[in-house]
Structures are given as structure tokens and as C-alpha cells.
């Protein structure tokens, strides 16, 4: 086989289509970006991460991509990689800052893993919004996320890209307890590997 695709799960993509055109403020985002994470936990469709792209300014839904790893067999499936790779085609661009565009907002119910900090220069955004740390969604979950650059915020921020962090963090962090407490498999590489 020559060739991969991931997939929203049919719930995600009918409750795309219900959400409203505008979620004015980063904690309705937020708000409606747990509920994707949530609903992924609850209907077994992948991990309790989900992250939306909105329009900075005006609140425009771009749409919100929830985690695929596990139903994918995709280790790159992640929350953020979806909802950017889904805006990318549905704006029809590679570049989500390119010129004449408004700035794009990711909203994560958690701080993104090595790769997903690596990924947003490349995509273009503009923003990004944190609910939980990634040192909590580690001691909460037992997910490895990477060896996140240490000034990471200063990284992205010297790329262009605002760093919003702990919005709505108690709620976020629901999910991953929840998670913790679902017996659902923690899918880092490697798994049962000694990484120390």
C-alpha cells in the first residue's frame, strides 16, 4: 500500500457541522474543543486530545480535528496535526500565514507534544491556545510527549506564533483524568520500552 488517509470519525464530522459559524472568545474554543476530546474518550474513535482552527479575529470556525493515532495506525495522528492538515485543504493551502490571509488560531485541549510544536511553524498559524500542561497531561496519563524544546513558548513566539497557556486548564485536565481512570492504553512508541 502507497498511500495513507486519516479520517474524522462520523461523530466528529456531524458535530463540525453543528457548530456555529463563530465562537467569538479563545474560551468558547476552548469549551467546544474539551467536548471533541471528551466525545473521542467516550466513543473509544481515539486518544482525549482534540484541537480546532478558528479565525484569530473574527471567531470563524475552520473546523476541529480530534486524535486518530490508535484507529489510524498512525503515530503522526495527532490532535493537532489533523485539524491542521483538514484547514489546510479546506482553505486549499499549505500555508495557513501565507499572504492576504487572516491569522488562524489553534485552540488545544493540551499543550502539543514534540512533533505538534514542531508542526506549527511549518502550518502557518498565527496563535496558539493551551488548556493543560504537557507536564500534567504526562503525570496524569503516562504519555510521553517528547522532548519539547525547553523555551518552547520563546521558540514559537520568535516564529510569529502568540502563546496563550492555561485556559480553562481544570477542565481540560477532566479529560485526561478521565483517560487515567478509563483503562483505555497509553500508546507511546516503544511501548513497554525503558526510555531512561
Given at each position: 500500500m502507497m498511500s495513507f488517509e486519516i479520517s474524522l470519525p462520523p461523530w466528529a464530522v456531524e458535530e463540525n457541522q453543528l457548530l456555529p459559524k463563530f465562537i467569538p472568545d479563545y474560551e468558547q474554543r476552548m469549551?467546544?474543543?474539551i467536548r471533541f476530546a471528551e466525545i473521542n474518550l467516550d466513543k473509544?474513535?481515539?486518544g482525549p486530545f482534540a484541537a480546532g482552527i478558528f479565525e484569530k479575529n473574527s471567531g470563524e470556525v475552520v473546523g476541529i480535528g480530534v486524535n486518530r493515532v490508535v484507529p489510524a495506525n498512525n503515530s503522526s495522528a495527532h490532535a493537532e496535526i489533523v485539524a491542521i492538515?483538514?484547514?489546510q485543504k479546506k482553505l486549499s493551502t499549505f500555508d495557513l500565514g501565507g499572504p492576504g490571509m487572516p491569522d488562524y488560531q489553534i485552540v488545544v485541549n493540551g499543550r502539543p507534544c514534540a512533533m505538534c510544536c514542531g508542526a506549527?511553524?511549518?502550518s502557518g498559524i498565527r496563535s496558539l491556545v493551551i488548556g493543560a500542561s504537557g507536564e500534567r497531561i504526562e503525570s496524569l496519563t503516562g504519555f510521553d510527549?517528547?522532548?519539547v524544546h525547553p523555551n518552547w513558548q520563546q521558540e514559537l513566539e520568535s516564529r510569529g506564533i502568540e502563546v496563550i497557556e492555561n485556559v480553562l486548564t481544570e477542565e481540560a485536565e477532566v479529560v485526561f483524568?478521565?483517560?487515567r481512570d478509563s483503562n483505555e492504553p497509553?500508546?507511546?512508541g516503544r511501548s513497554g520500552d525503558d526510555l531512561q
Open positions: 469549551r467546544a474543543v473509544k474513535t481515539g492538515s483538514l484547514a506549527l511553524p511549518w510527549e517528547g522532548a483524568q478521565r483517560f497509553v500508546y507511546n
